[in-house]
């Protein structure tokens, strides 16, 4: 005769412990994917119980990730070094320390994103975000497998995606056409595809150093974008954008300069992310919002402004009053 | 009981004469200086009153600014580029690696009361300066008024001219931040470039490597010393001839080559020249009131391996900047030397040539026109079509070369492409001059042959008769088209003066000579 | 007498009826008077930076209007006319000037020709002579330093912190600057470089995707995992070559926008730059560090004469 499995003993343990248990691992889970910030963030240190000291371990048990050419410099942005990593369900949730928390949105918005993602994005990036169009042929967008979710969230909430005109050279940034959780499905479901770093950055900008900061902006940020962030052209029809506009938030500056789109160069082991959180706290504060205690700025282009103010205000100015002093012939 | 007599105020007053207290204080320095006889010469020279006349003046009362404010500035200044960590009142540059220079200039922006006021102004004065200077001296290339007898004068104006640019350059760089450093590293590299002494002449101006620790000092005492000494030398040299030779006029009714029709010196030209004075002083308070200029402290301190984007020298070497940019890449590599000709003619060679055709002008004009005849009365300049043109064309290369330098910023502002910005001022540099030459000479021969250009044209009253036919009539002048003008005559002992009538009359006091009747 | 109405013609026509001008300009002086008050007001109570200056300058340009319009609308204008005596003197005048110069200067000395030479020699020796420490005190001569670098076989790599580089350090379409270790010094700790360090040894680190290639032929094995390194002294000028666009692979001077190729060898594809940016030879250390395996093979920077190709 088969095997009649003897009934389960109830008891306290059985009865109460474990689903209390499970109840309570799946709040603090659900806790840790709708708010990462509260476990792995402004207090600098997450639960115990979410912390490995071995991240690679725990990356590994996260699953699959795609960390290649991700440099283990420590504190520069990806999770082998981060000192807060939270994993759930073999996904990688959220990595971060004091100055960045670096998070995955939440899977629940992956079903969204799809949605989102054939609308707007399938006819330039292919249905499954590969470059690869229905009958095979290349895509005009590129393949967006592996950018990682920072990189998405960028783009979208820019504006600079969906492209404006797909034939320019470079996609400017405009009013964008989603909102910032729209942004966060499309990344959620492009992750989800083949996940990668960097995840959506959150900077904590509290105890940020601007003297720092405006040190590694000029040494690093300066060359295409000007000293004082104004922007201009760069070779062959591109360009580096302003960086006075203010509604230029310090989560895109950190995505900026971690995933480095299109020709701006990507800063990862270079820059540990105190670093990155110095320099945001920078352009949020004194690029976004000049004192410009001299007087007003003549748009800070620099001499050739001061030139023609000179020239025509006030070497013509004098002249007109040359004119009223002196006679005509 | 003394026996002086009792001093009232009428008898002090009477002992003084009948010029009061001037007259006697006229006698004591006559007793010691004997300025009675030039004195009365000097109140009595005549200036012509023409307007662009005083355009000279905006440069010199610029240069008494420069002088006042750059008094205050050099007693903050800390000229020496020691590495020290800044602990001033500007938070973003607290903690890092400055140089004293830098460092004390942000003082004096931020710690010294006024002090980003006068600094502002030194700096606005300073552009205003050169800029009248080559106002002033295209006034004088057109007008042809640096021919016999003031060859000299022309000659030390370029001369001031060249020593004005360098001083702003100087005078710029002297605060060590990273906008200025990277242009004093492009002028090490383009002296460097010089064939045979290049390499000699950076290492001994610089004292060695580049950036080291003597140059600041140098150019301190360049700027504030040596240049502004040899200024005021040539600025007195300058005003010296213009009085003993007199000023240039143009020509006119009661002008000629013998003599100078305006206004006295005393009172009315001194109380015009000083009132002027105020006012380009003004000019330059009122820029560094509201307008910032060369804000030093967003730039940051200099260091040789940091660089910004869309920087360019102040404007008055902004087109050595677009020669530089839209020169090709020529260099010239053999016989085991170098010579970086893409480097070497727009920087040197072209300046050079610049320069040289200024200070040989007077020359060649005498050449080429056969004329060496004293000059006191000016040419209009549509009366020398071929000078105005090629003054015109000069003046549009350097404007063309000073579009250039920010090929960045306007292909930015006018969304195309920087590779095609940069192609079309290789080509504009060379068509602009040539079409402003052709155009401007044109238009002199145009104006030449228009009788009464410039003038308002008498209306007309347009009528219509039954049969539908259109006439003109002239209408009637207007109230202002005729009116009396003097002749000249030289300054009267006294002008006779009536006390206050209705009105007064219109018979002339002191012009003996006659009144003329004049109509547009 | 004191003035009362003016009706010479020489005078302006404002002047016939001087109360109303008169009254213009004594508004305009009160008005200096009052601004520059102000100015002193705003000094001392330390408002606005420009509110000092502004009334400063308002002040200033209202004094120097009244004294100006005083000068052009009260003052007599004339025309008055004064005469141009000529310049030169008489001949009598020239040739007496001319002949003490030229009689004077002869002496009935045997030898006055001589000596005349020998004083000229002398004072152009000493013109020569004394131009020496004007000019050569000033520094040294240039030796070798427009040639050399600080880069040697085995200097290691370090950014702007003195940290060393490893193979993670950047991912492709990274770029850093990088100095030598040697020109790294420390002071009330922080961290400085030399001037030559900053000067001349400057360089761009940059990573391309795909791996190790080679720039040039004869280049083989200088750009470990995509590895490129580059001197950062433009050619053209000197000035930092800090201007990288990934997705062009081309550097970008800022100051007059040469632009390198960073694929083949930094040769300029665009502007006035003359030659490429010499490239800097990469391997590893055994400490898994990123170090030069050689020095430049040629002289950084703006070319000058004693360069030879």
């Not at chain 3, 400063?56 to 141009?84: C, H, N, S």
């Not at chain 3, 009330?188 to 080679?214: E, M, S």
Request: net charge neutral.
């Amino acid at each position: 005769m088969r095997g009649v499995r003897a009934p389960q003993k109830r008891t306290f343990r059985t009865q109460v412990l474990l689903p209390a248990g499970l109840l309570g691992v799946a709040a603090m889970a659900s806790l840790a994917v709708f708010f990462p910030g509260t476990l792995a963030g402004a207090s600098g240190h997450a639960d115990a119980s979410h912390v490995s000291t071995n991240p690679r371990s725990v990356l590994k048990a996260c699953g699959p990730l795609n960390t290649k050419g991700v440099s283990p410099t420590p504190n520069s942005g990806n999770p082998f070094t981060s000192t807060n990593l939270i994993c759930h369900d073999g996904h990688l949730v959220s990595y971060g320390n004091a100055s960045i928390t670096y998070a995955n949105p939440p899977r629940t918005f992956i079903d969204a994103g799809r949605e989102l993602f054939a609308q707007n994005c399938s006819s330039c990036h292919g249905n499954e975000a590969n470059g690869v169009g229905p009958e095979g042929e290349a895509t005009i967008g590129p393949n967006l497998q592996g950018v990682g979710a920072a990189t998405v969230d960028f783009w979208v909430s820019s504006g600079r995606m969906p492209a404006a005109d797909v034939k320019a050279v470079e996609a400017e940034r405009r009013t964008a056409r989603l909102t910032p959780t729209q942004a966060l499905e499309i990344a959620a479901w492009v992750n989800s595809l083949y996940p990668a770093v960097p995840a959506v950055p959150y900077p904590h900008l509290g105890g940020a150093n601007q003297s720092v900061g405006a040190d590694l902006f000029s040494l690093n940020c300066a060359a295409c974008h000007t000293i004082t962030g104004s922007g201009d052209a760069l070779a062959y029809g591109t360009n580096a954008p302003t960086l006075e506009n203010r509604s230029i938030t310090a989560q895109q500056v950190v995505e900026a300069i971690r995933t480095g789109p299109a020709n701006m160069p990507r800063f990862s082991g270079n820059l540990s992310d105190a670093q990155v959180r110095d320099i945001v706290s920078y352009v949020t504060g004194r690029v976004q919002h000049p004192t410009n205690p001299g007087g007003f700025s003549l748009g800070g282009v620099g001499p050739v402004a001061e030139g023609f103010v000179a020239l025509l205000i006030g070497v013509g100015g004098l002249a007109l009053i040359c004119f009223w002093i002196g006679e005509r012939s | 009981m003394s026996d002086t007599a009792t001093k009232t105020k009428r008898s002090v007053r009477e002992s003084m004469g009948p010029f009061g207290p001037v007259g006697k204080i006229v006698d004591e320095l006559d007793e010691r200086f004997g300025v009675a006889k030039g004195g009365r010469i000097f109140l009595d020279k005549i200036f012509p009153d023409h307007w662009s006349f005083m355009l000279g003046e905006i440069a010199l009362y610029s240069f008494v600014v420069l002088l006042a404010t750059g008094v205050f500035l050099t007693l903050f200044f800390v000229p020496s580029t020691n590495q020290i960590i800044y602990h001033g009142s500007y938070a973003p540059l607290r903690g890092q690696r400055v140089s004293e220079a830098y460092a004390s200039t942000v003082n004096i922006s931020f710690s010294v009361r006024g002090g980003m006021l006068i600094r502002q102004m030194h700096h606005w004065a300073a552009d205003i300066f050169t800029g009248s200077i080559i106002v002033h001296m295209a006034r004088i290339f057109f007008t042809g008024a640096f021919r016999k007898p003031r060859e000299l004068n022309w000659t030390i104006g370029i001369l001031m001219l060249i020593l004005a640019i360098f001083e702003g350059f100087i005078g710029y760089s002297l605060p060590d931040d990273l906008i200025s450093g990277t242009g004093l590293r492009i002028g090490y590299s383009i002296a460097e470039s010089i064939p045979f002494i290049g390499s000699y002449m950076v290492s001994f101006l610089w004292g060695g490597t580049f950036p080291g620790n003597i140059i600041i000092p140098r150019f301190f005492i360049i700027h504030v010393l040596i240049i502004p000494l040899v200024l005021l030398g040539l600025i007195s040299v300058h005003l010296i001839l213009l009085v003993r030779q007199k000023h240039t006029q143009f020509a006119g009714e009661g002008r000629t080559e013998h003599n100078v029709v305006g206004s006295p010196m005393f009172p009315t030209f001194m109380a015009k020249t000083t009132g002027f004075l105020f006012m380009v002083a003004a000019a330059s308070a009122l820029l560094g009131a509201f307008a910032q200029i060369n804000p030093i402290w967003q730039f940051g301190s200099y260091d040789p391996s940091k660089i910004s984007y869309a920087v360019q020298p102040d404007w008055y070497m902004g087109w050595l900047d677009g020669a530089l940019r839209i020169m090709p890449s020529w260099e010239f590599a053999g016989v085991g030397h170098t010579v970086p000709l893409e480097v070497f003619l727009p920087a040197v060679v072209f300046p050079g040539l610049i320069f040289t055709i200024c200070f040989i002008w007077p020359a060649f004009e005498r050449r080429f026109t056969g004329d060496n005849e004293l000059h006191n009365l000016l040419d209009r300049p549509r009366d020398r079509p071929k000078r105005t043109a090629a003054g015109a064309a000069m003046l549009a290369l350097l404007f063309t070369l000073f579009a250039a330098s920010s090929t960045d910023v306007m292909a930015n502002f006018f969304h195309v492409s920087l590779n095609a910005t940069l192609w079309f001022f290789r080509i504009a540099v060379i068509v602009v001059p040539i079409i402003a030459g052709l155009v401007t000479y044109q238009l002199c021969r145009e104006m030449q042959g228009v009788h009464g250009i410039g003038k308002r044209k008498r209306s007309v009253i347009v009528r219509r008769s039954a049969a539908g036919e259109y006439s003109t009539v002239p209408a009637a002048p207007r109230a202002d088209d005729e009116r009396t003008e003097l002749d000249p005559e030289p300054v009267p002992a006294r002008i006779d003066i009536e006390p206050l009538g209705n009105g007064g009359d219109r018979e002339p006091q002191s012009s003996p000579t006659g009144v003329r009747q004049v109509t547009r | 007498m004191p003035v009362a109405a003016l009706s010479d013609p020489h005078m302006s026509d404002a002047a016939r009826h001087p109360d109303r001008v008169e009254k213009l300009i004594a508004i305009v002086f009160v008005f200096a008077l009052v601004m520059f008050g102000l100015a002193g007001a705003a000094y001392w109570q330390n408002w606005n930076a420009w509110t000092f200056g502004g009334a400063l300058g308002a002040g200033m340009f209202a004094i120097g209007f009244g004294l100006t319009a005083w000068g052009k609308y009260l003052m007599p204008q004339g025309p008055f006319v004064e005469d141009r005596h000529a310049l030169e003197g008489t001949k009598e005048e020239r040739d007496s000037l001319a002949a003490a110069l030229v009689e004077r200067s002869t002496v009935v000395v045997k030898r006055r020709k001589m000596l005349g030479y020998l004083f000229a020699g002398g004072a152009a020796v000493f013109a020569l002579v004394a131009a020496f420490p004007l000019i050569r005190s000033l520094g040294p001569l240039p030796k070798n330093e427009f040639e050399t670098t600080d880069w040697r076989a085995g200097t290691v790599l370090v950014d702007s912190n003195g940290r060393p580089i490893r193979k993670d350090t950047l991912v492709p379409g990274g770029i850093m600057t990088v100095y030598p270790r040697n020109q790294l010094r420390v002071q009330d700790g922080q961290v400085y470089f030399t001037d030559d360090g900053l000067a001349t040894d400057q360089t761009v680190l940059i990573r391309l995707p795909g791996g190790a290639f080679t720039t040039m032929p004869g280049r083989e094995n200088w750009t470990p995992d995509g590895y490129v390194a580059y001197s950062k002294l433009c050619t053209h000028l000197g000035c930092p070559v800090g201007l990288y666009e990934t997705e062009l692979e081309m550097l970008v001077c800022p100051c007059h926008q040469s632009m390198f190729n960073v694929r083949n060898g930094a040769v300029p594809q665009f502007g006035p730059a003359p030659r490429p940016l010499p490239q800097l030879a990469l391997g590893y250390n055994d400490q898994g560090y990123l170090i030069a395996t050689a020095p430049y093979d040629q002289p950084v920077g703006p070319g000058f004469f004693e360069r030879t190709t």
